[in-house]
């Protein structure tokens, strides 16, 4: 297997070439031999001494360039700007366009171990809609059964939102038994693949305290049937559980814990974890990571953006056997 790891800089108005130049700073020498950055060459440069990065930075061809193995290697991208930190929407969407199709390329050939996207305002991936960059990759690979699932992980214990990037208004409407049943499918065989175990299982209601005097529930004709189908197929899950109460202890008893939709699980996540976390999109043709938090544009240039996640991020790919 390959031991490069291709980060790809992300949204050029970011806090990204800080927390790039943090964690350069905390990674060891032989670790950073392997890490190539997908990014325009000029805007890191620019960017790094407008905010007195001391990041030693150098162009090179290819991944296949491993020279100098003290600087950061930089795959270079066009991009056309004056104000390192303020580039234009349209130039950003195509810079971004050519730095994930870059690394998609590489990483469906098996020429890295894997791929880390640092994060990215979600205007910049699609001109009709919101997506994230799980359901961005997911089109890219091709995956036509929305079978991809977004695990944010922690030592602790993971979360999977089964709806991701949709108005809360339209959750209910996506949550179907078969979702739930694919979505767990690609979670047990490649948590397993990843984590070397078979997972442990928490999936919460949909409604408050369960819908309990409703017979006509989400509960009823589409959880609770989609989790004894699972279990019959030998998953450890349990369920469904109560949303207000699952994070006060009871997820301590599971390796994941499976919501509804988005902030159902990431915000106590959130809460319980901060910054120390990353996400990893399974059911790709490779390894896809990135850091559990946005862009933060309210930080940029202050020196206040914590580069824990992307840490993670590195050494979660590097440990993968």
């Known amino acids: 297997m390959s031991k490069k790891i291709i980060i790809i800089a992300g949204d050029p108005n970011s806090i990204n070439s800080e927390i790039i130049s943090k964690t350069w700073k905390k990674i060891s020498p032989s670790l950073k031999k392997n890490i190539y950055l997908i990014a325009n060459f000029n805007l890191i440069y620019k960017q790094f001494r407008k905010i007195n990065a001391q990041t030693p930075i150098i162009q090179v ?33 195509k810079y971004l366009m050519k730095c994930f199709n870059l690394a998609h390329n590489l990483a469906q050939k098996k020429f890295v171990k894997g791929l880390i996207n640092c994060p990215i305002n979600k205007k910049l991936l699609s001109k009709t809609k919101k997506i994230g960059v799980t359901e961005f990759l997911a089109s890219k690979c091709k995956i036509k059964n929305n079978s991809e699932v977004m695990l944010i992980h922690n030592k602790n214990i993971s979360v999977l939102p089964l709806t991701t990037h949709i108005s809360l208004k339209n959750v209910s409407k996506k949550i179907n038994t078969n979702l739930i049943i694919k979505k767990m499918m690609t979670l047990k065989k490649d948590f397993k693949k990843l984590f070397n175990k078979n ?5 919460l209601g949909l409604n408050p305290h369960n819908a309990e005097f409703a017979n006509n529930s989400k509960k009823t004709k589409q959880i609770i049937p989609a989790i004894l189908k699972l279990k019959k197929k030998g998953f450890k899950i349990t369920g469904p559980l109560s949303a207000d109460t699952a994070f006060i202890n009871n997820y301590k008893n599971y390796d994941v814990i499976v919501g509804m939709y988005h902030d159902q699980v990431l915000a106590p996540f959130k809460s319980l974890f901060h910054f120390d976390a990353i996400n990893i999109t399974l059911g790709l043709k490779y390894l896809r990571v990135s850091p559990d938090h946005g862009p933060a544009n309210d930080l940029v240039r202050k020196n206040k953006a914590s580069h824990l996640s992307l840490l993670r991020c590195v050494k979660f790919i590097n440990n993968i056997n």
């Open 61 to 93: 061809k290819s991944i296949n360039d491993r020279s100098i193995s003290k600087k950061l290697k930089i795959i270079n991208i066009p991009l056309n700007f004056k104000d390192p930190f303020k580039i234009s929407l349209n130039n950003s969407k």
């Open 199 to 203: 997972p442990k299982i928490g999936v």
